[in-house]
């Protein structure tokens, strides 16, 4: 019966094959030791056969790898000259944007020039398999962020609600319809880190700002019946090196009420976990769920499953979304932590809250107007609109400052400017309708698009185009012509400067007579111009 190979023999007995590699990695500590009473002049036989009985081997065979040992001065068994990666090949490699065949390629022809003899391309590939971690081969492809990605990350152990915050932007891979207009739009959010607990958000159709922010934070931090159960300030807040992250009126809002903010080092997503984790669950168990998902299975190269199905709007967008995440806090169970729900750990934890009245967040979650403003009688004005309230009845003449959510001027907080108390919210008193306001738009967007048409007419005229070439030689535009035939074609298009030089077949283009013109029905010359033609 012919003897099987040895990977045959390990798939059919796993167990032989384990027990023969945990005996292989005790062989070197035993002779290691062996070498030990050797040299303290104890070793016995029987040492050598206890070694042998328990490691499964030969007695034969524990005295030569012992003679070994002592001849190459360690107990580690050498090996045969094997093929390496050397700091030169790691360049060849990354010099070929990781590909080993072409690295391959490489040492062959290096090797046919130099006469000497190349290794093989499964030899190549052994070396780099065994040679280089995972994370190299992968930063050698691709660069440093892809290293990143194998490499571990330590996890902070979450010790209490409202400890530690993490807040980023996210842009929805969903196409959803405002107004007249495909779009995808922002969130902006905040999470726990402690129980999981989304916090608080905001949703807008262009790239977030500071508003959007501000209003996140809010909702966060509410305990109202709207925005509760879970809110007040935490302690710590992680955020990235974003521009409206960094706005001076968050700056203000957080450092108000004593919120250390930590902000990270540029492309380290890593450093805030939590809210990475809860993008990518977002867009897996939600926004992959939309019509009009931008990472839906491809029919071709060019097209998407269901894009042509009607898009979301952005009213019903924000309720869905608003939906799910209620739904994520009260029902999504996590194995993790006990298989609760953020909901639960979050009325779990006893952790005193703390809280910031109503009347606080109106004063350092707005933008703040540095102009004084006096209550008139047809109310606030302030950018050239009115703003007008119940409350200000009475008041005129009061000095008042206002703050404001950036982007959202539809409303305003009034302040008294000597006492700082909060007075109340004003409206625009001449608010358009959304009928006024869609043909405001719609002429926006007709001059837009009449413009972009003029300079797409102009690029078209500025555009030069070459021929494609099939061999080595200087670009040649299109419509390359001779001299001869750019001078006739110079002639024939270039008008007439007297009328003896007009061609013999030109045509004058006959005009419709504008209006009060008299065509005479007979030609009519005075004599003085008979006199001229005659001379």
Same mark, same amino acid.
């Given at each position: 019966?012919?003897?099987?190979?040895?990977?045959?023999a390990?798939a059919?007995?796993?167990?032989?094959?384990t027990? +023969?590699?945990?005996r *292989?990695?005790?062989?070197?500590?035993?002779?290691?030791h062996?070498?030990?009473?050797d040299?303290?002049?104890?070793?016995?036989t029987?040492h050598v056969?206890?070694?042998?009985q328990?490691?499964? &081997?030969?007695i034969?065979?524990v005295?030569?790898?012992?003679a070994?040992?002592?001849a190459n001065g360690?107990?580690e068994?050498?090996?045969r000259?094997?093929?390496e990666?050397?700091?030169?090949l790691r360049v060849?490699?990354?010099y070929?944007?990781g @590909?080993?065949?072409?690295?391959?390629?490489?040492?062959?022809?290096?090797a046919?020039e130099?006469?000497?003899?190349?290794?093989?391309?499964?030899?190549?590939?052994?070396?780099?398999?065994r040679?280089?971690a995972?994370?190299d081969?992968?930063g050698?492809?691709?660069?440093?962020?892809a290293?990143?990605g194998?490499d571990p990350?330590?996890?902070?152990?979450?010790?209490c609600?409202?400890?530690?915050?993490?807040g980023?932007?996210k842009q929805?891979?969903?196409w959803?319809?405002?107004?007249?207009r495909l779009?995808?739009?922002?969130?902006?959010?905040f999470?726990?880190?402690s129980?999981?607990?989304?916090m608080?958000? =905001?949703l807008?159709?262009?790239?977030p700002?500071?508003?959007?922010?501000?209003?996140?934070?809010?909702?966060?931090? #509410?305990?109202?019946?709207?925005h509760?159960p879970?809110?007040?300030?935490?302690?710590?807040?992680?955020?990235d090196?974003?521009?409206?992250?960094l706005?001076?009126?968050?700056q203000?809002a957080?450092?108000?009420?004593?919120?250390?903010?930590y902000v990270?080092p540029p492309?380290?997503p890593h450093l805030k976990?939590?809210?990475?984790? #809860?993008?990518?669950?977002?867009t897996?168990m $939600?926004?992959?769920?939309?019509?009009?998902?931008t990472?839906?299975?491809?029919?071709?190269?060019?097209h998407?499953?269901?894009?042509?199905?009607?898009p979301l709007?952005f009213?019903?967008?924000?309720?869905?979304?608003? *939906?799910?995440v209620?739904?994520? @806090?009260a029902?999504?169970?996590?194995?993790a932590r006990?298989?609760?729900?953020?909901?639960e750990?979050?009325n779990?934890?006893?952790t005193?809250l703390r809280e910031?009245?109503p009347?606080d &967040?109106?004063?350092?979650?707005?933008?703040?107007d540095?102009?004084?403003?006096?209550i008139?009688g047809?109310g606030? +004005?302030?950018?050239?609109?009115d703003y007008?309230?119940p409350?200000?009845?009475?008041?005129t003449?009061?000095?008042?400052r206002?703050?404001?959510?950036?982007?959202?001027?539809?409303?305003?907080?009034?302040f008294d400017l000597h006492?700082?108390?909060?007075?109340?919210t004003?409206?625009?008193?001449?608010q358009?309708?959304?009928d *006024?306001? @869609?043909?405001v738009?719609q002429?926006?967007n007709?001059?837009a698009?009449?413009?972009r048409?003029?300079?797409?007419?102009?690029?078209?005229?500025?555009?030069?185009? $070459?021929? =494609?070439?099939?061999a080595?030689?200087?670009a040649?535009a299109?419509?390359a012509m001779?001299?001869k035939a750019a001078?006739e074609?110079?002639?024939?298009?270039? =008008?007439?400067?007297?009328?003896?030089?007009?061609?013999?077949?030109y045509?004058p283009?006959?005009?419709a007579?504008?209006?009060?013109?008299v065509?005479?029905?007979?030609?009519?010359k005075t004599t003085?111009e008979?006199?001229?033609?005659?001379?």
């Open positions: 019966m012919d003897e099987q190979p040895p990977d045959s390990s059919a007995h796993p167990q032989a094959a027990r +023969r590699r945990e *292989q990695m005790l062989t070197t500590p035993a002779i290691r062996l070498m030990t009473l040299a303290r002049g104890e070793l016995t029987a056969r206890l070694v042998a328990t490691l499964d &081997l030969h034969r065979t005295w030569k790898r012992l070994d040992a002592k360690t107990a068994r050498l090996g000259a094997r093929f990666i050397t700091e030169d060849q490699l990354a070929h944007r @590909n080993i065949k072409r690295l391959h390629e490489a040492l062959r022809a290096e046919e130099n006469n000497t003899t190349a290794p093989s391309l499964a030899t190549l590939y052994r070396a780099i398999r040679d280089l995972p994370g081969l992968a050698l492809r691709q660069g440093l962020p290293s990143r194998h990350h330590l996890r902070r152990s979450p010790v609600r409202n400890e530690e915050w993490e980023d932007h929805v891979p969903v959803v319809l405002a107004g007249d779009l995808k739009p922002w969130v902006t959010w999470i726990d880190c129980t999981a607990m989304t608080g958000w =905001a807008t159709p262009h790239y700002h500071r508003g959007s922010i501000l209003a996140a934070l809010r909702s966060a931090i #509410l305990r109202d019946d709207t509760g879970a809110g007040g300030l935490p302690q710590r807040l992680r955020i090196r974003g521009r409206d992250f706005a001076r009126a968050v203000e957080l450092g108000a009420f004593a919120v250390d903010v990270l492309y380290t976990g939590s809210i990475e984790n #809860l993008n990518r669950a977002a897996s $939600f926004f992959s769920t939309l019509p009009r998902y990472g839906a299975q491809r029919l071709d190269a060019r998407h499953a269901g894009e042509n199905d009607p709007t009213e019903a967008f924000v309720e869905l979304f608003g *939906q799910w209620r739904r994520r @806090n029902e999504h169970r996590m194995t006990g298989n609760l729900t953020p909901l750990l979050w779990e934890d006893d005193p910031a009245a009347e &967040l109106h004063a350092f979650l707005l933008e703040a540095r102009s004084t403003r006096k008139q047809h606030i +004005r302030w950018r050239g609109r007008i309230g409350w200000m009845t009475g008041r003449g009061t000095d008042v206002i703050r404001y959510q950036p982007h959202h001027e539809d409303t305003i907080e009034v006492t700082h108390r909060h007075l109340g004003a409206h625009l008193s001449d358009a309708d959304p *006024q306001i @869609n043909a738009y002429a926006r007709e001059r698009q009449r413009l048409r003029d300079l797409r007419a102009a690029e078209r005229l500025r555009r030069r185009r $070459f021929k =494609a070439a099939t080595p030689a200087p040649q299109e419509g001779t001299r001078t074609e110079l002639r024939t298009l270039r =008008a007439p400067a007297h009328p003896d030089e007009l061609p013999e077949n045509m283009r006959r005009l007579p504008g209006a009060g013109w065509i005479p029905t007979t030609p009519c003085s008979e006199d001229s033609y005659e001379s």
